[in-house]
């Protein structure tokens, strides 16, 4: 897992070595299009504390001028806090927060920015979620395996079966619920993994993050 982070992170480090600079403009009427996608969908500052900071905070930057691409990335980040908070319907518009950022800076254009290579950017930011990710899910799978461990106790085969298939129950509910971070009900692969991954992991397949296989199909067969 550590060698999915130190790739992860010189991957972010080559993108803001690209000199990514994005225009005002761009990142305005972004915002405006996310606050009306967020006011349809109800958001209100006593309900989603966590979602409405993270989204008057996009508001801020766009009225402040041009953003590099750190300070947009530090935008995501805020807005993945919103998305893990514990309060399901707050978690859920920082999603939406999150996942609109995510797909603006997917969709950028040159002439939406000052300075920088933005394709190459992209294309390096990509992986490094993708690696980030990989190594987030890795260790949830580990925790999950620690947990049914502890539960089965000194039982037996039966009883770490159980524990496992239990474990991975509750994995699936978080996910439905957006209570997982980094997992979506929609993901094939994420299902996958929550529905019938106790059982790969009962019959002993091993699950080899670092070594390049893809998350999660090619690993668990």
């Known amino acids: 897992m550590e060698a999915l982070r130190t790739q ?6 080559a993108s803001e070595k690209a000199g ?29 504390p966590a979602a409405f900071r993270a989204m008057q905070r996009v508001r801020g930057e766009a009225e402040r001028g041009n953003i590099t691409l ?20 707050d978690a859920q518009k920082g999603v939406v927060i999150k996942n609109a950022l995510s797909d603006f800076f997917d969709t950028l254009k040159p002439s939406d920015v000052v300075t920088g290579d933005v394709r190459g950017a992209n294309r390096m930011i990509k992986e490094a979620r993708s690696l980030y990710q990989r190594q987030a899910k890795s260790q949830t799978i580990e925790k999950l395996f620690e947990l049914a461990e502890i539960r089965a106790g000194q039982y037996s085969q039966s009883g770490l079966e159980n524990a496992l298939r239990t474990e991975f129950r509750g994995l699936a509910r978080r996910i439905v619920k957006g209570q997982e971070k980094g997992w979506t009900s929609g ?5 996958e993994v929550a529905t019938g991954g106790w059982r790969h992991c009962w019959q ?18």
């Open 20 to 48: 990514v600079v994005i225009k005002q403009g761009a990142l305005q009427k972004f915002s405006r299009q996310l606050e009306k996608t967020l006011a349809d969908a109800g958001i209100d500052e006593g309900l989603h």
């Open 204 to 221: 002993g397949r091993s699950v080899d993050w670092q070594n390049g296989c893809a998350w999660p199909s090619q690993c668990w067969i």
């Open 70 to 89: 750190k300070g947009l990335d530090m935008l995501r980040q805020i807005a993945g806090d919103a998305a893990g908070d514990p309060l399901a319907r």
């Open 187 to 191: 993901n094939p692969s994420d299902q």
């Open 8 to 13: 992860a992170t010189r991957l972010y480090d």
